[in-house]
């Protein structure tokens, strides 16, 4: 299998167009140079006649009064060329009597008067026979000989009879030059149209490729999953290339939307989990109730009666034990459990809280709270709890030794708590679905703490915020308006 | 293009017809004080139109009345409009004069003076090249004579053969005719001829204002001394001008203006002589005559 050539459209569509162009103007012009090279001979070998003939006019009468210098000096001005002015070369030429004796010559010293012309072979006598022997005006080419000519040959008349005849030999040379000068201005013209032709390649390709190019990097991203940042190819014209490009386009957004609706449906099938587990909770804890209720109201009807008290209070124990034991299991389910918060809930507690829980492991806690007078006991239970799952997770996102920050303060009206610490820090996947519930990277996590954190913080109309660097550690600010800290009931099952 | 040879050589071959073709005379009204026509023939190189020019209004000055000259290629066709009054004066060869007909309606009026004599002779010319050395070696070959009229390019080298018991028809295997003194050099600087009787005036007028036209050409044969072509009047034109006419041609050598003139002529000047000088070019014609008798 050949490997696919790895050449890209934008230089392929104009080096294409470039050759068509080029070997178009080539075959044209070559055409044309061979066209004008047979049109620049059949000029030459009429002008070869036409000036044999008007010599021929012209020599009549001094053929019959036997002025031959008139005869030569007809011939030697045709023969006279402009110094540079022209490129029609007269080889030789000649006037001969009819039986082929020389009554003027070019070339006078070689070709004497009243003698046969002195031809140069056996092939140029043969044509001078012929000539004579059929009198009429004829054209010769004899483009092998050293200086070659194309002759123009014509009788001279007088009344009915032929009294000589006129030969006129014009150069050839002129053709390969006029020949060699159109080519040049048809290779001009073909360079013009390859240049041109390459420019408008370039052009249409560049208009053809760049949403193609475009198309190729989002099809790229959709092949990556990324959705979000998709590059919006833009068509210029209402051609295929417009119609892919907007197909794509809308397949793009399908694509997008269709994932922020399974994002919601998977936020939507959380939610209904959680509701089993809380109509699981209620459905526990309101089955004893209704025994509960009814061994109350015994005892309140009779309150002096010992019997009624002996068999009802076991029961009351019974039922509220059992709850008891429920919301324990729970929880312990949530990892809520543990310790026991002072109504008045002061930040302190939460400092003494942390200290016991990291006993002796090599970890500093740095406490650093600036609340004034607005009591640090002022924040509520379930602010606390937030907090204290923040300081929780930080102290054991420390491997072995290190440090946990704690700031609270009042910063643009608002309270703010920053926990950080040193710790392994959370990775890329795992922030993004940090909040959700019964997510969890731990064994023993329920899942349930940073997504009590969140429900708090959301409800109270603040805003939580994650910084973190996987090995460097995490940092998580929650900011509250000031009077939210009192304010609205958590749907949950924390406080 | 392709048209441009051929027109050119259409002007080209035009003007060679003219030029060879005898034109017929202008009519011209004949009128009181009509200007002087002066006929120019082939003793002089008439080709330099400027200095005629100048001569022209020189010799208009002297003479106070409007001057012509009139060319015409060869000498009868001048002595016909002398006959027929179209021309008043002619510079013409010494043999027309010297027939009958000449010496009855012509006039000698100047004969100019060349190297100090009023007289010339005639060349025998080959090419410079040309293996000839002689007259007699010409034998055979193409001969170039100027003019049927003229001494020095038709009498004297027919003569000569006549002395040699020869005529230019058996000696010779071609001749023809130039017309012009000029030509018969081009013609044999060319090649066209193996040889040329030229006037020796105008010989040397081109070796000394066309050196590279008559250095191809070498001086075999030199005649004897003959009268210089002289200028003459029609018998007919009146006292008054014939007068001025000598008067003004005489004064040439006097003022600077035609000592100019002269100089460009290669000429010494004018003067008036004896028609004896030309008793040479009757004797010849005798000679002929007593050849073909």
Request: net charge neutral; charged share 25%; with cysteine.
């Amino acid at each position: 299998m050949r490997p696919p050539r790895a050449l890209s459209l934008s230089v392929k569509l104009p080096l294409t167009l470039t050759a068509v162009v080029a070997g178009v103007a080539f075959a044209i012009g070559l055409a044309v140079v061979v066209q004008e090279r047979e049109r620049i001979r059949h000029d030459l070998q009429d002008r070869a006649l036409l000036v044999a003939k008007s010599i021929a006019a012209n020599v009549s009468e001094s053929i019959l009064r036997n002025d031959y210098w008139s005869a030569y000096k007809a011939l030697a001005l045709v023969a006279e060329r402009d110094p540079g002015a022209e490129r029609t070369r007269v080889v030789t030429g000649a006037v001969l009597d009819p039986q082929g004796r020389v009554l003027a010559h070019l070339d006078p010293g070689e070709n004497p008067l009243g003698q046969a012309l002195a031809t140069e072979g056996p092939f140029e006598r043969r044509r001078v026979g012929e000539l004579l022997a059929r009198p009429q005006a004829s054209v010769f080419w004899d483009e092998a000989a050293a200086d070659a000519y194309v002759e123009g040959a014509v009788p001279v008349r007088s009344a009915d009879s032929v009294i000589g005849y006129v030969l006129l030999r014009l150069s050839t040379e002129e053709i390969a030059a006029r020949t060699r000068a159109a080519a040049m201005t048809v290779l001009g013209i073909a360079l013009v149209l390859g240049v041109v032709g390459s420019a408008l390649g370039a052009w249409i390709s560049r208009r053809m490729v760049q949403p193609l190019r475009a198309l190729a990097g989002g099809m790229e991203s959709v092949g990556r999953g990324e959705f979000s940042r998709l590059p919006s190819a833009t068509a210029r014209d209402r051609d295929e290339i417009g119609v892919l490009v907007d197909s794509f386009n809308r397949m793009a957004a399908e694509l997008a939307e269709k994932r922020v609706l399974e994002q919601e449906l998977r936020t939507n099938e959380r939610l209904a989990a959680l509701g089993r587990v809380a109509a699981g909770v209620a459905h526990e804890v309101n089955n004893p109730l209704a025994g509960l209720l009814a061994s109350l109201d015994n005892m309140r009807r009779q309150p002096d009666d010992p019997a009624v008290q002996a068999r009802y209070l076991p029961v009351l124990e019974r039922g509220l034990n059992r709850i008891r034991a429920v919301v324990q299991a729970l929880l312990a389910e949530l990892g809520a459990d543990a310790p026991a918060l002072s109504d008045s809930g002061c930040l302190n507690d939460l400092r003494e809280l942390m200290i016991a829980e990291i006993g002796d492991r090599p970890i500093d806690l740095l406490w650093d709270v600036k609340l004034a007078d607005v009591g640090t006991c002022a924040i509520c239970r379930r602010v606390q709890h937030a907090v204290l799952n923040l300081l929780r997770n930080a102290v054991q996102a420390i491997p072995e030794a290190g440090t946990v920050r704690f700031r609270a303060a009042h910063e643009d009206g608002r309270l703010v708590f920053e926990i950080e610490d040193d710790g392994v820090g959370i990775a890329e996947p795992d922030l993004e679905r940090l909040f959700d519930p019964f997510y969890t990277t731990r064994p023993a996590g329920t899942g349930l703490g940073l997504w009590i954190t969140y429900r708090v913080v959301v409800g109270m109309k603040g805003e939580i915020e994650v910084k973190s660097e996987p090995g460097r550690g995490s940092r998580f600010s929650i900011r509250l308006p000031m009077a939210a800290p009192v304010a609205g009931p958590l749907m949950g099952a924390a406080e | 293009m392709s048209g441009r040879l051929s027109r050119r050589e259409a002007i080209a071959l035009l003007a060679a017809t003219a030029a060879m073709g005898g034109a017929p005379a202008l009519a011209v009204p004949r009128r009181v004080d009509r200007e002087v026509r002066f006929g120019l023939t082939a003793v002089v190189v008439r080709e330099n139109i400027r200095f005629f020019d100048r001569w022209r209004a020189y010799l208009e000055s002297r003479i106070g009345r409007g001057l012509r000259f009139v060319q015409r290629r060869s000498y009868r066709e001048i002595m016909e409009l002398l006959e027929t009054g179209d021309l008043d004066f002619a510079w013409i060869c010494g043999y027309p004069y010297v027939q009958a007909r000449g010496r009855d309606i012509l006039e000698l009026v100047a004969v100019p003076v060349f190297e100090g004599a009023p007289l010339y002779r005639s060349y025998i010319i080959v090419a410079d090249d040309s293996g000839h050395g002689s007259l007699a070696e010409l034998r055979g070959g193409v001969f170039a004579f100027s003019d049927p009229d003229s001494n020095s390019g038709y009498l004297v080298p027919r003569a000569m053969l006549a002395r040699m018991g020869e005529n230019p028809e058996d000696f010779f295997r071609v001749t023809f005719f130039t017309y012009n003194h000029a030509e018969t050099v081009q013609a044999v600087a060319a090649r066209v001829a193996d040889g040329g009787a030229v006037d020796s005036y105008v010989w040397e007028y081109l070796a000394r204002k066309n050196p590279g036209l008559a250095g191809r050409t070498r001086v075999i044969g030199r005649s004897g001394l003959y009268g210089f072509p002289p200028v003459v009047a029609r018998r007919s034109v009146g006292g008054g001008l014939f007068r001025a006419m000598r008067g003004a041609l005489l004064a040439m050598k006097n003022d600077p203006e035609g000592q100019v003139l002269l100089n460009d002529l290669a000429l010494d000047g004018f003067g008036v002589h004896d028609p004896a000088i030309f008793d040479g070019i009757r004797d010849l014609t005798g000679v002929l005559a007593r050849a073909k008798g």
